[in-house]
Each structure stands twice: as C-alpha cells, then as structure tokens.
C-alpha cells in the first residue's frame, strides 16, 4: 500500500531555513511526479511545487518561487522542499503528495502532513 | 492563474439530504477539474477526476458535474460521515489551484 511519511517540521525564526523530506513506499516511486501542498491554519489549499519522476519538469508557486526548492532522490524513494529565506506567511502545514498518473496534476496519496511555524 | 471559487463556504444540512456544492473557474478548463475531501486534522482525500469520475473505493452516493466553468459536486444521501470540508482543484493549466474550501456541517 502507498505510504508518504513527511518530517523535519518545527519552529524557525523569520529569514532562517528547514529542509522538509517525505518518504515513499508501496509504489515504483521514479514512475510519478510527487508534490507539495500545504494549508496555512484554518485556510485553504495551496500547490506549493511539483516535480517529475525523472527532475526534468519542476514547478513553483509564485508566493515561493527564489525561495523554495524541491528536489528528489530517487534511489531513496524520498522528496525533499528546502526552504530558505522563510516568512511568517509560509507557516502552515505541508503535505507531500503524489500525483496520480490517471490523469493531469490530481493527488492521489498524501501524507499526514508537517507543521512549519515560522515566528520569532 | 486560474482562480477557482466555491459556493456556498458553508452548508448545513441533515443526515439523508441531498447536498450540492459549485465550484467555478475563471476560464473554461474543460473537465480538467478533481474534487477531495478533508475530514477535521486530516490529510485530504481524492474523491473525483476528470470532472466525474469515481475514485476507487469512494462511496457511490458521491458524483460529479460539469464541463467548462461550471462544476458540481454532488452527495445524494448525506452521511454523519461526510462532516468535512470539500475542495475543487482545476488542473487544466501546469499551474494547478483550489478552490477556498466548501464546509459541510450535520
């Protein structure tokens, strides 16, 4: 069964960095583009950035492009967000999810989400 | 961007009801357009693709509308376990959004 595993959430000081990772299993994991979304407390969704399987496509919001930067390790079967420059705005809960190969950019697995908590 | 906009942000209604709820897009985007549902301090879950299609394993009372810029989601008997909010998500564009979320109350 496809499992997604995020870590490395926590509180970071306004302008320093954290470095998301999620862990992938039950599924061939170079086969799909995987992404992140993240939910700022009691709001909405929001596609933070998505890459292909094999880094050849990559995607960025606005709101975090220059600041973000996703990437992949597929002989681990791991994704990574390395954040920098991070804003009280980005606090939020991130989930990695893995885009379903069915159709377009449609998530079909998620993870349980990590919480970043950008405050001095 | 496509900007994505639900109706109505909160709906209350009770167990057995027939529950809709819209979601319009800014430009047309086809049938480009998948619909999840998020159960309180959950990761959301896929519901429907393509407009109408059924995800696996998704409970039948659930269906989908709609083609352009104008989509519905449909829940034909509402269940205590549906209390959730439900996003529209378009993907027509590399630039995928959701819509703000439509809360379902019983």
């Known amino acids: 069964q496809v499992q997604l595993v995020e870590s490395g959430g926590g509180l970071v000081k306004p302008g320093g960095s954290l470095r998301l990772s999620c862990a992938a299993s039950?599924?061939?994991?170079?086969?799909?583009?995987m992404s992140w979304i993240r939910q700022a407390p009691g709001k909405g969704l929001e596609f933070v950035s998505y890459?292909?399987?094999?880094?050849?496509?990559?995607y960025y919001a606005d709101s975090v492009k220059g600041r973000f930067t996703i990437s992949r390790d597929n002989t681990r079967n791991s994704l990574y967000l390395q954040m920098d420059s991070l804003r009280p705005e980005d606090t939020a809960v991130y989930y990695c999810a893995k885009i379903t190969s069915k159709s377009g950019y449609v998530l079909d697995y998620w993870g349980q989400g990590t919480l970043v908590t950008v405050s001095s | 961007d496509i900007q994505m906009t639900q109706s109505p942000s909160t709906l209350s209604a009770s167990v057995g009801d027939r529950v809709t709820i819209t979601c319009r897009a800014s430009?047309?985007?086809?049938?480009?357009l998948a619909w999840y549902q998020q159960k309180p301090g959950k990761a959301p879950n896929l519901l429907i693709y393509e407009a109408s299609i059924l995800e696996s394993g998704v409970p039948s009372r659930f269906s989908g509308s709609g083609s352009g810029t104008e989509f519905t989601l449909t829940i034909s008997s509402l269940q205590p376990d549906d209390l959730a909010t439900y996003y529209c998500q378009q993907y027509d564009t590399s630039s995928p959004t959701f819509g703000q979320g439509t809360k379902v109350e019983i």
């Open positions: 890459i292909s399987g094999l880094v050849s496509t990559i």
């Open positions: 039950g599924f061939t994991f170079s086969d799909y583009y």
């Open positions: 430009q047309s985007i086809s049938n480009w």
